[in-house]
């Protein structure tokens, strides 16, 4: 098991990509908290997931917070390293997808996207390195979008937290490489999840599904450590063709 013992943290995980992830990570050895808003979400995708650890002898816990409050993405970390004994893994997955017009997008609207997308991921980050510095190193994923560089209508505000994401992660890989802290963002495409409250199983045979998001991150946090792919794409092979 190539992560055996090793600790991560996946805000969002409760569902969908996040989800996946955790169960990807507890397949390899590794012992995952998963955070959310949700406590009933939460403990309900905890006792499914532990039977992917029951075939490793890794652990699932669960941590409820919203990752906006900066001292809610802090106890979130924290809760790993005191459930766990430290935290070698970061996977930034929380994101909400608001799809407005920006004429009719709120305030409130506009806010819950930067500070979900964005801003929560700078408070679990900024919580999380010195306990990463601490292992001697470690990982952090970003999870990003494909949109983060093809804007669409009504998707101003999503694409734009996603580019800032990108942004973010290109400049904290080059801050924290020499600490052994290996930094990536995934870009996946379009992926048969309830995002933006839309319908996982509509007409989405042709989508990734939140598994192969899932193979890229443990593939990434298993790459030979003399590489780094700091930036990936993800995309469906064969999406329908524009007529």
Same mark, same amino acid.
């Given at each position: 098991?190539?992560?055996? !013992? ?12 996040? &989800? ?33 650890? !029951? ?6 816990? *669960? ?5 906006? &409050? ?26 909400? $997808? ?23 991921? =700078? ?9 990463? &510095? ?17 804007? =669409? ?10 580019? $800032? ?8 890989? !080059? ?19 309830? =995002? ?9 045979? *042709? ?7 899932? !193979? ?28």
């Amino acid at each position: 098991m190539p992560h055996a !013992q090793k600790v991560a943290l996946v805000t969002g995980g409760s569902k969908g990509i996040g &989800r996946a992830i955790a169960a990807a990570l507890l397949d390899t050895g590794a012992h995952v908290l998963i955070t959310g808003r949700d406590s009933a979400s939460l403990a309900a995708a905890a006792e499914e997931l532990a039977r992917h650890g !029951q075939r490793t002898g890794s652990r699932v816990e *669960w941590f409820a917070g919203d990752i906006r &409050r900066e001292a809610e993405a802090r106890a979130m970390v924290e809760a790993a390293v005191q459930r766990f004994g430290g935290l070698d893994i970061l996977i930034n997955n929380a994101a909400v $997808g608001i799809l407005v017009e920006t004429a009719l997008m709120t305030g409130d609207q506009w806010r819950e996207t930067i500070e979900t997308n964005l801003s929560g991921v =700078f408070y679990a980050t900024h919580a999380a390195i010195p306990h990463l &510095r601490a292992r001697g190193g470690g990982w952090i994923v970003n999870i990003s979008s494909l949109a983060s560089r093809n804007p =669409f209508a009504r998707g101003a505000a999503y694409s734009a937290t996603k580019a $800032g994401l990108n942004a973010f992660g290109e400049a904290l890989m !080059q801050e924290l490489r020499y600490d052994g802290i290996r930094v990536s963002t995934v870009c996946p495409g379009s992926v048969r999840t309830g =995002f933006a409250g839309s319908d996982a199983g509509a007409a989405a045979d *042709w989508k990734l599904a939140p598994e192969d998001v899932a !193979q890229v991150v443990v593939d990434l946090i298993g790459h030979p450590a003399r590489s780094l792919p700091s930036l990936v794409d993800i995309r469906p092979s064969t999406p329908p063709q524009k007529k």
